[in-house]
């Protein structure tokens, strides 16, 4: 018989005020010169303000792990995970996705719940390489594999859309802990499969 363990993953962050946020948001694009004087532009600040909360609320799940009876001990890798976050030094968005793998220890871990924690932690204003490390790490210290490793390609538009405006580039991180990152052929084994050529 199987039973499963679950850890409830809340991040609350703190108290949303969008009638505040719909000000700031009215007198930010004043300042800029654009006037919300016609009909399409009337609640543009409303929308701001909860496109913004939305984009900084991830949504609680449950860390679901499962005994690993059969004491599986190859890669599990959940490859192409969507993703998109906020560049924290200019508020704009970046998207792109996210390679997530272990090797099991003593438990395996819901497959859903790659893509979940991936989320949880891009929910908030984020530097991409802050963002890979979290999630290996996060991985590595509820779920104690054998090893973790985390790939993110993503194109940012504070890059695409000004200063260089490097149209269609992409940035690569990746962190890799445990077997992975030191075993050649364990490290060599992800990156192919992530397609991600080290």
């Not at 009909?39 to 409303?46: A, I, L």
């Amino acid at each position: 018989m199987y039973s499963n363990t679950a850890l409830h993953v809340v991040h609350t962050p703190e108290d949303v005020d969008l009638d505040a946020a719909e000000q700031a948001a009215g007198q930010f694009l004043r300042a800029l010169g654009v006037l919300e004087d016609g009909e399409s532009m009337r609640d543009t600040p409303r929308r701001m303000a909860k496109a913004y909360a939305d984009l900084f609320t991830p949504r609680p799940f449950d860390l679901t792990t499962f005994p690993n009876d059969e004491g599986y001990d190859e890669l599990v890798l959940a490859r192409s995970i969507p993703l998109r976050s906020v560049c924290e030094h200019h508020l704009l968005p970046f998207t792109g996705i996210a390679h997530v793998g272990y090797l099991p220890g003593e438990r395996i871990l819901g497959l859903s719940k790659l893509a979940r924690i991936t989320e949880h932690f891009a929910r908030r204003p984020q530097v991409q390489e802050r963002l890979t490390k979290q999630i290996a790490d996060w991985l590595s210290e509820q779920l104690q594999p054998k090893g973790v490793g985390v790939v993110i390609e993503a194109e940012h538009t504070c890059m695409t859309l000004r200063g260089v405006q490097a149209v269609g580039s992409t940035t690569v991180t990746s962190t890799l802990l445990g077997t992975l990152r030191n075993d050649a052929r364990s490290r060599q084994e992800f990156f192919s499969l992530t397609g991600v050529n080290r």
